[in-house]
């Protein structure tokens, strides 16, 4: 059974930069879409950006991080990543990674069928 594990999360201050890994142990990690979603207590999960399968030539980020944010993944780790940068008090949430059984670069939630347990992100003014 996949599992992913996220990391990175803590505390920055607004303006600051942060990665996050997500770890898959899964021999096909490569074979499918993975993205990253947010979250806060009492809200829907929002997405934040996602990566085709393969070299993840194609990606997708919401219009809220784009040009601030990278997703990236490395084959050879089984990981996935998102550098944040210039980073916002809004953007306070627990992050988490998922993998998707859709081609492309999927911004729904609902087409990502594994999940990892989330990490926290705190961004102070």
């Known amino acids: 059974q996949i599992q992913l594990v996220e990391s990175g999360g803590g505390l920055v201050q607004a303006g600051g930069s942060l990665r996050l890994s997500c770890a898959v142990s899964?021999?096909?990690?490569?074979?499918?879409?993975m993205g990253w979603f947010r979250q806060a207590p009492g809200k829907e999960r929002e997405f934040v950006a996602a990566?085709?399968?393969?070299?993840?030539?194609?990606?997708t980020y919401a219009d809220s991080v784009k040009g601030r944010f990278t997703i990236s993944r490395d084959i050879a780790k089984t990981t996935i990543y998102l550098q944040m940068t210039t980073v916002k008090p809004e953007q306070t949430d627990i992050y988490y990674c998922a993998r998707s059984n859709m081609h492309g670069a999927p911004n729904r939630s609902t087409v990502y069928n594994s999940w990892g347990q989330g990490t926290q992100v705190t961004i102070s003014t």
């Open positions: 899964s021999r096909t990690f490569s074979s499918y879409p």
């Open positions: 990566i085709s399968r393969m070299a993840g030539d194609t990606t």
